[in-house]
């Protein structure tokens, strides 16, 4: 019995170091696989990183396109401000020309009685103190060399 006892304890170990020996090899296909999956993994971190390098170069150069436009939009901005008020100034001054050449044309037309004379204009226009009757050339050359004198000191201008 000794002998059959012995058999059967060997044929167990034979039977469980075969199954040992396909477990290993599942492992082994296993870690394979791992092994494959592994080396792809690393080539798709590679990718990403080389992409993620791409972006932040175009991350930067987009921050630098952007700098570049506020700095033009904001100098455009400065100068627009800037004819803005240049124009705001002229017009100023071209309402006042125009105040100025109505008193000169005022003064300069021959009023022939009270009733024909033209009504004053809506802005505050200083009166010219001219007799209603009549007004002679020579007064009409008076008030318009009064205006052009006017127009010099408080505009600069000399025409």
């Known amino acids: 019995m000794n002998h059959s006892l012995g058999l059967i304890i060997e044929s ?16 082994n296909a296993r870690l394979k696989r791992l ?8 080539a798709v971190i590679a990718e990403l990183i ?24 904001g100098n455009q901005l400065a ?18 020309v125009v105040r100025r050449l109505s008193r000169i044309a005022s003064a ?10 033209p009504e004053p204009a809506a802005a505050p226009v200083p009166a ?4 209603p009757v009549r007004v002679s050339g020579a007064k009409a050359v008076a008030a318009a060399a009064q205006a052009f004198s006017e127009r010099r000191r408080t505009g600069g201008l000399a025409a």
């Open 12 to 27: 167990l170990v034979a039977v469980l170091l075969v199954l040992t020996i396909g477990y290993c090899m599942l492992l």
């Open 35 to 42: 092994k494959a999956d592994e080396h792809s993994l690393k």
């Open 128 to 131: 010219i103190t001219a007799e």
């Open 50 to 73: 080389t992409a993620t390098e791409i972006a932040e170069r175009a991350i930067g150069g987009l921050k630098l396109a952007v700098r570049d436009v506020n700095d033009n939009l």
């Open 108 to 117: 300069a037309r021959p009023i022939t009685s009270p009733e024909a004379a």
């Open 79 to 96: 100068a627009a401000t800037q004819m803005s008020d240049q124009l705001r100034k002229q017009l100023a001054e071209s309402d006042g």
